[in-house]
């Protein structure tokens, strides 16, 4: 066989696109604009819900790849355009051609300083899941930023996310589940430290996501149904915080030493560049459009233009790789090969 | 704290200031509060800085006080705002300034709605010329007069006989700024440095040589919020409000607070000595309290005005202490003095909070 599908994004839809398309045969084009594939999982510690290394994945997957995947890391795309079925594809690189096309970009983590009341950036003890993931990665635990140990941690739920505030009305799907494993985390890393999670809804929806939220509990954290007004930071740079438990009814503050952000997902700005430049729209959340939801989830209304993953929608690795080998066979429908 | 990430911030809120040519609207509470304040935003802006100010005297109340205690309907208050605009328009002015933070609000909030509901501009406009026949312009620029004095502070600090740094220390005077809920919070971008971190009353301060300090309640309510001490029930919630910023901001020990809401300088001043009184509580140095001043006041002490013709000893918690502190020259025999020399009496001294020297 001799077509050439253009994955755009090397993140772990586009690994597992590119894997599953090699098998069938086909030759790939795997444009990653980072220096190295994996996207966000790569900035990952440890997945829900069993603590599984987040590099076990992606090595996984990108030692599935073959040698028909041409992989241009540190390449951004800047266009695709369609010619008679063909489609060129001009990035950062050289230039080239693709008989079809799949957009697997992602998502890009929202801007928590756009919650200008949370003091990201700027009350020094108060951080993302993204940068408590680092922590763990490089030390095992969270610090403070004077590097002692929190005594006290608070999580907050849904940031950038379920919120017309900052336009973000969609929920992320992975923070409730990523917010209680870091919680569990903390809690074996640092026994005497006292968790909260500060959260709107608990929406347990994945495979042992609810086993995950007892042991939370049986661990020892502490969950409190509301959503943050406000934060501020003390003379000792520990951070108060104000809430409303929403199921007592009563106005809550409390003062902890670590404030974590559970940022949700933002539509990746290369996506709606590519979708312009192919005349696609997104859809009302900015992320790629489909055809349907229900039975055309790795369709455009563009003939050859496919996607998977977070590109089209907050989801988690699991729907990710599934869509994303779905989205290999519609490729495959597409060029004939069935 | 780190600083950068609040001057990023500021650097997204910043907002369009005339330059010159200035329809001024008073406040209808602030000339009993603090009666020296408006007077020396005027002279500062014509005097010192040789502005161009038309103080109309036959502009109205914004109805703002009413609006918010549900006792004037929001229809009503447009057509009142519309006459002020039309005023403004017939006098050959199109920058509208205000002088009250609840006012600036319902300008600006006015404004947004007929911007959003061109149908509900139209029937203003219409009730406007039923009850008077006059039609009005949309002001060319809208600002605060804490935006004004922010625009020029600058121009302020070039002519400053005193800067806000401590004689004797030589220190910058730590300073509380308290933003008037009104300001920015229903419309951030409408404010300077937005409604979070407001920039406002800090970069005056900065300005001026003194040092803004951040404390855990900064945010938290003056206590002047309407409902709480229009309806007498509610004062309690008032005062505690008030009493809870104090007690988080005691702490950094206070050179004074600076407000630009008529309420929040007002009720930060006077629910100090309620506090003295019913709890013997003090906030400020040896049974003093934290004087809470208005920024006109604070650029007129800066530019080197009389304290007493800027009307501070209208102030419960004594100033002398900050006079001091600045090196302001006055005479301690002038404070109960009319303006015509006629010696006022002495109001009788608080039992807990040091009044006299």
């Known amino acids: ?338 | 704290m780190k600083q950068e990430g609040k001057r990023s911030i500021w650097n997204d809120y910043q907002k369009e200031i005339a330059d010159d040519k200035f329809y001024y609207v008073r406040s209808c509470i602030r000339q009993n509060f603090f009666p020296g304040s408006e007077t020396a935003f005027l002279k500062i802006l014509r005097e010192v800085l040789e502005k161009d100010v038309f103080d109309d005297r036959h502009h109205t109340t914004c109805t703002g006080i009413g609006y918010h205690a549900e006792v004037v309907p929001l229809e009503t208050t447009m057509t009142v705002v519309g006459r002020n605009f039309a005023l403004m328009k017939e006098a050959g002015y199109q920058n509208y300034v205000p002088s009250c933070v609840t006012s600036f609000g319902i300008y600006t909030e006015i404004l947004d709605s007929w911007h959003h509901f061109p149908e509900v501009e139209a029937r203003a406009r219409e009730n406007l010329d039923k009850a008077t026949g006059r039609t009005f312009e949309i002001p060319g620029n809208l600002a605060h007069t804490s935006d004004i004095i922010f625009k020029f502070r600058n121009e302020i600090a070039a002519k400053a006989k005193y800067m806000l740094v401590n004689k004797t220390t030589g220190k910058p005077l730590r300073v509380v700024d308290h933003i008037g809920c009104h300001y920015a919070k229903m419309f951030p971008q409408k404010g300077i440095g937005g409604a979070e971190y407001p920039y406002v009353l800090a970069g005056m301060v900065e300005a001026w040589g003194g040092e803004v300090i951040d404390y855990p309640e900064r945010r938290h309510c003056c206590g002047f919020g309407f409902r709480q001490y229009l309806v007498k029930a509610n004062r309690g919630y008032s005062i505690s409000c008030s009493k809870k910023k104090f007690e988080s901001m005691e702490p950094e020990k206070p050179d004074f607070i600076i407000a630009n809401c008529p309420g929040c300088a007002y009720f930060l001043d006077r629910w100090q000595y309620a506090l003295a009184e019913m709890e013997g509580k003090t906030y400020g140095e040896d049974g003093h309290g934290i004087p809470s001043l208005t920024y006109e006041e604070v650029a007129g002490l800066v530019l080197g005005f009389d304290p007493w013709e800027l009307g501070l000893q209208l102030h419960q918690v004594p100033v002398e202490s900050l006079l001091k502190k600045m090196g302001v020259a006055y005479d301690p025999e002038s404070k109960f003095r009319g303006a015509n020399g006629e010696d006022l009496g002495q109001p009788e001294s608080p039992l807990n909070l040091k009044f006299y020297e």
Not at chain 1, 28 to 33: A, D, G, I, Q, S
Not at chain 1, 70 to 91: M, P, Y
């Open chain 1, 1 to 338: 066989m001799d077509k050439t599908v253009a994955v755009v994004g090397g993140g772990v839809a586009g690994l597992a696109a590119a894997a599953a398309l090699n098998q069938l045969g086909y030759r790939v084009l795997l444009y990653e604009k980072e220096a190295f594939t994996g996207g966000n999982v790569r900035n990952w510690d440890r997945l829900f819900p069993k603590a599984r290394n987040a590099r076990e994945v992606v090595d996984e997957l990108a030692s599935s790849l073959t040698g028909l995947t041409e992989i241009a890391t540190g390449t951004f795309v800047n266009s695709v355009k369609s010619t008679d079925g063909l489609f060129e594809i001009e990035s950062s690189g050289r230039p080239a051609y693709a008989d079809a096309v799949l957009l697997t970009t992602g998502f890009e983590l929202f801007d928590a300083r756009k919650k200008e009341e949370y003091g990201y950036g700027i009350f020094e003890n108060v951080i993302t899941s993204a940068d408590l993931e680092k922590m763990f990665a490089s030390s095992g635990k969270p610090l403070m930023a004077d590097g002692s140990e929190p005594k006290k941690v608070a999580f907050i739920h849904c940031v950038g996310s379920r919120d017309e505030k900052v336009n973000k009305p969609y929920c992320s799907k992975v923070c409730c589940v990523t917010a209680v494993k870091q919680a569990v985390e903390v809690r074996e890393a640092l026994p005497e430290c006292e968790v909260y999670n500060f959260y709107m809804d608990l929406r347990m929806f994945g495979t042992g996501y609810e086993q995950l939220y007892k042991e939370a509990q049986v661990k020892g954290v502490n969950f409190i149904r509301g959503r943050l007004s406000e934060a501020n930071e003390t003379r000792t740079h520990q951070v108060m915080i104000k809430a409303e438990d929403t199921l007592v009814s009563r106005p809550l503050q409390i003062t902890v030493d670590l404030v974590v952000l559970m940022v949700g997902m933002s539509p990746a700005g290369s996506t709606m560049t590519i979708l312009k430049s192919l005349g696609l729209l997104g859809n009302e959340d900015g992320f790629a459009g489909i055809a349907n939801a229900h039975t055309g989830s790795t369709l455009t209304l563009k003939k050859g233009v496919f996607v998977a993953g977070a590109c089209s929608g907050p989801a988690n690795i699991t729907d990710s790789v599934n869509e994303a080998r779905a989205a290999a066979l519609r490729i495959h429908q597409y060029l004939g090969g069935v």
